[in-house]
């Protein structure tokens, strides 16, 4: 089983600034294969980033992902007031799929 | 669009067997790998397991003993069951399209409890 290790666990942070989010594997993957939510209170996940780099549908170009081998990054760069949530990391290549412990994104 | 809706009964006595099921509207479920997906209170994301349209299905170890997935393609519906549910297995229950869970239900809150 690969295990995600997000950090870090709680970043805190102001509109405008820059969030940088790390997901570590306990070992090597295809980048094909990570995504990245967010999770706002009481709501669904929603996906972010698939294939480590390819925003999905309707998420805005403030929202990047980067990385290959174990270590992928989430990078918003420039936080708008609905980014401040929690974040996700999710490896599907391989079986059992995982997730990260997630990383909290406050203000 | 593709939406997903979880049904089911939101509170299950210890012991007993946790069921639920998934509809897929806006699109047909005989095609991609179709998901459950859990969150306890305040937790993480577990993934439970998925099933492709054939019937075909892949469960989380941690789970499989006691994790059956189905599909129903006439209604386009796919559904869990997890059967000696314990307090442990309390969770709001996602389901979600694979691989990349890019589609989600609002999910189900299910509480074991007596």
């Known amino acids: 089983e690969i295990v995600l290790t997000q950090s870090p666990g709680?970043?805190?942070?102001?509109?405008?600034?820059?969030?940088?989010?790390s997901c570590r594997a306990s070992q090597s993957f295809s980048s094909t294969y990570l995504a990245w939510y967010q999770q706002k209170p009481g709501q669904a996940p929603r996906l972010l980033i698939y294939g480590a780099s390819s925003r999905a549908t309707g998420i805005p170009d403030r929202f990047s992902g980067s990385g290959s081998g174990?270590?992928?990054?989430?990078?918003?760069?420039?936080?708008?007031p609905e980014d401040f949530a929690v974040y996700y990391c999710l490896q599907y290549g391989s079986s059992p799929r995982t997730f990260g412990q997630g990383t909290k994104v406050e203000i | 669009q593709v939406q997903l809706q979880e049904?089911?009964?939101?509170?299950?006595?210890?012991?007993?067997?946790?069921?639920?099921?998934?509809?897929?509207s806006g699109a047909s479920i005989s095609s991609y790998y179709w998901s459950w997906i859990r969150q306890p209170p305040g937790k993480?994301?577990?993934?439970?397991g998925h099933i492709y349209y054939s019937g075909s299905t892949n469960y989380n170890p941690s789970l499989r003993?006691?994790?059956?997935?189905?599909?129903?393609?006439?209604?386009?519906?796919?559904?869990?069951k997890l059967s000696s549910v314990t307090a442990a297995d309390t969770a709001v229950y996602y389901c979600a399209r694979?691989?990349?869970?890019?589609?989600?239900?609002?999910g189900t809150m299910v509480t074991v409890s007596s």
Do not use: M, Y
């Not at chain 1, 970043?11 to 989010?21: D, F, K, M, N, V």
């Not at chain 2, 993480?44 to 439970?48: A, D, F, N, S, V």
């Not at chain 2, 694979?98 to 609002?106: C, K, L, N, V």
């Open chain 2, 44 to 48: 993480g994301l577990e993934w439970i």
């Open chain 2, 7 to 24: 049904s089911g009964p939101g509170l299950v006595k210890p012991s007993e067997t946790l069921s639920l099921t998934c509809t897929v």
């Open chain 1, 70 to 80: 174990t270590d992928f990054t989430l990078t918003i760069s420039r936080l708008e």
């Open chain 1, 10 to 21: 709680t970043l805190s942070l102001s509109p405008g600034e820059r969030a940088t989010l």
């Open chain 2, 98 to 106: 694979s691989s990349a869970f890019d589609i989600w239900g609002q």
């Open chain 2, 65 to 80: 003993t006691r994790v059956t997935i189905s599909v129903d393609t006439s209604k386009n519906q796919f559904s869990l």
